[in-house]
Structures are given as C-alpha cells and as structure tokens.
C-alpha cells in the first residue's frame, strides 16, 4: 500500500525518524512487521533500514522498513554476516 502523500523517494531525515515518517511506514505495512506480519506494538516496534546505509542504503522512506524485535534481530546479524564474510555471502 502506498500513499501519495508520502513517496518512497521523501528524505525522512538524519539521526531521527519523524513522527510522520513513522506513521507513514506502519500505515504501508499495515502495522504488521515487514519481516513476520506479525501486529507490531508501539512499544517494540523496530525501524531499519533494509539496505543500511553502511551499504550504500538512502535514508528515504522507500528503504525504511517496520520490524518485531525479533526480526530486528535477525535484520541485525544478516547485515553482521554480510560483512563478516561478504565472499561466502555473495557465493550462495
Ligand atoms: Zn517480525
């Protein structure tokens, strides 16, 4: 679901997310984790960026993505992989 009003190219910012960037992201997901589905909770809502910007990600809405604490995680040690052993990630 996208909203006109927010296009995936909108800058949201430095350090911080604004409060409507993240209404924006949790009204595209629906308020569901973009990893699970499962109902995010306000209180244990995560927002990454899916590609980091370590990884040459944009800090836009279009990147920015809604997780579950425990997606969070995994989201966090995929990238730690990734540049642990960015060879045996790029062979698979
Ligand atoms: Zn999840």
């Not at 960015?86 to 698979?92: E, G, M, Q, S």
Request: hydrophobic share 35%; glycine share 6%; aromatic share 6%.
């Amino acid at each position: 679901m996208r909203t006109a009003t927010y296009p995936d190219d909108a800058p949201i910012g430095d350090a911080y997310l604004t409060h409507e960037a993240v209404r924006a992201v949790l009204e595209r997901q629906d308020n569901r984790c973009a990893g699970c589905s499962a109902a995010l909770d306000a209180g244990s809502t995560y927002f990454d960026l899916r590609r980091p910007a370590i990884c040459g990600g944009s800090h836009t809405l279009g990147n920015l993505e809604a997780l579950c604490p425990s997606c969070h995680r995994n989201h966090m040690h995929r990238i730690r992989e990734l540049f642990a052993d960015p060879v045996a990630h790029r062979n698979k």
